[in-house]
């Protein structure tokens, strides 16, 4: 095995900005990315993931840095001769070819013989369901339809590493969905490397095997759809991924992988720890509103806050409730509407504890 | 909502101006067909010969002069149709394109031509292919001597058509998608195949409508052409002003309605491939 399908080694790209300063769109980058692996560039939009991406195509060239493909550096590799393709965010279909056109144009390039593209296309259109519309122009099909389109047309060249710029942004939400899934499976099927763009987190964690959340250039963590929702590394990645109550406090006692954090109004309460803290510490600590339990008023327990109900949103399978701390902040729990919750659920005014398991909330520093 | 009233006088005023764009033509073409020899008066419509009464158009085309004159026009619309439109296409690539220093200086220049007056352009041209040859010549042998003539011709036709292309060419350029190049690059097409599979065929339409606008130019160019042809080197426009002096026949109405078939053709394929998806 000739190492990873793509590697980025401490990879910088440098643009100048409008007024004649260095910008800095990615920030000494590394990743790497095994063969086989579906794997999702997750951030906000200017935060480098498409930058990092025309990287690996080729269409941009790293300031500093190397990228490499099947362990290959790709040096100044023009777009043309790597063994790449891409996915265009609103897919580049040529206007004036026919969809069966589209998808030959990449086997033309590479001379495959005529019967042999007539075969492939055949083959490529079938698998994405789009038999028997060769003939059409892009714009006589859906959006749904181009987006398969797309798809073939860079899946019918066998790249090695199959790079996709947002490819589902511009469908509708139904759409969307259906298109996640059967990407997926796609996936699974052709086996080829996939590295994905997306701004949308819940794209993200439903599609890839790993996913890298960046922002301001910068790759903050690596790592599968659990790690980054259940044990997110900072505070930026706990906020943007899902919904978060960020508690602030101190470190006032450390043990066994968990810090004692002691929050404004004397209570204190164990989580886990994400970074290395020490005591004294000024941290963070993270829970997401799932992992709160709300309980009548009872003796004060461990990890146990105190505050009063003063919002209850119904949303079917759950039941949002807005409490407010002692300390004025308000959090969000969100409790599973089973039968026991619907019997004795909260209303606004009740005082109620807020409990969680120290496992299910992070200390972040910052 | 009630329709808006319609003025009669608007629809009068309308009239006229059609009227005024429209008559001379009318009148031309009309007496394209007269018995009399002079365009003064219609006498009636001509019936003359085997070609009826077509027999100012047979007479026109007879004659040898008009057909030289025919020819000289099209050599040079054709000739420098085509390098103008080369030209002006590859600098509307680059403008559109590139950032490049001066861009902005080159850009007023290449249109700044468009709005000079054209009879100071034509002297313009003039001075500069005497004083260019004056120098030339004088290191040449007598038999080689740059003179006056189709080549000069052609080369202003060419200089002034192409800030027309590329204005053109440009408009057609402006939404152009340059993630379809990047598509074709990431297919495997080199860029020169890329330029030609993806990039050509999408702006020909613009380039069609430049080279057609180019040759209409040029086809009716009078005064760049009168300062720089020379002997054996007559247009249409040059050899019709020389009938002029002399007595207007039917034959040069004939002369000018077939003219007009002509640019009425070029400029309405034009507008087709310009409005052309």
Known sequence: MAGYAVELRAVWKRFLGPAGETVAAVKELSLQIADGEFFALLGPSGCGKTTTLRMVAGFELPSDGEVLIQGKPMGKTPPYQRPVNTVFQNYALFPHMTIGE?????????????????RRVGDALEMVRLSGLERRRPKQLSGGQQQRVALARALVNRPQVLLLDEPLGALDLKLRKEMQLELKKLQREVGITFVFVTHDQEEALTMSDRIAVMDAGVALQVGSATQIYEQPNCRFVADFIGETNFLEGSVQQL???????????????????????AVGNP?????????????????????????Q?????????????SVRLASGQTIRVREQNNLAAL???????????????????????? | MSQPRQSPWLAALSGLVYFFLYAPIVVLIVFSFNVSRTNVVFEGVVNQGPCGPFYWYCELLQNRSVADAARNTLIIAVTSTAVSTLIGTLAALALQRYEFFGKKSAETALYFPMVTPEIVMGIGILVLFSALFGWVNSMLPPGLRLTLGLGTVIVSHIAFSIPFVTLVVRARLHGFDSRLEEAAMDLGAPPLTTFLRITL????PGVLAG??????????????????????????PIYVYGLLRRVVTPEV?????????????????????????
Do not use: H
């Open chain 1, 102 to 118: 589209n998808v030959a144009f990449g086997l033309q390039m590479q001379k495959v013989g005529r019967q042999e593209v007539q």
């Open chain 1, 255 to 277: 043990q066994g992988g968990q810090a004692l954090v002691e929050l404004p109004g004397g209570l204190s309460v164990w989580a886990s720890m994400a970074q290395p803290v």
């Open chain 1, 283 to 307: 941290v963070t600590v993270a829970v997401r509103p799932e992992k709160l339990t709300l309980r009548p008023l009872e003796a004060p327990l461990a990890n146990q806050l105190q505050g």
């Open chain 1, 309 to 321: 109900v003063v919002d209850q949103v119904y949303i079917g399978t759950d039941t949002y409730y």
């Open chain 1, 343 to 366: 019997r004795q659920g909260a209303q606004p005014g009740d005082t109620v504890c807020v409990q969680f398991v120290a496992e299910t909330a992070s200390v972040l520093t910052g």
């Open chain 2, 201 to 204: 065929p999408l702006i020909a």
């Open chain 2, 211 to 236: 080279a057609m606008l180019a040759f209409t130019l040029s086809l009716d160019d009078f005064i760049i052409t009168f300062f720089t042809t020379g002997p054996g080197a007559t247009t249409l």
């Open chain 2, 253 to 277: 109405n004939a002369l000018s309605t077939l003219w007009i078939l002509v640019v009425l053709t070029v400029v309405g394929l034009s507008q087709w491939f310009q409005q052309r998806e």
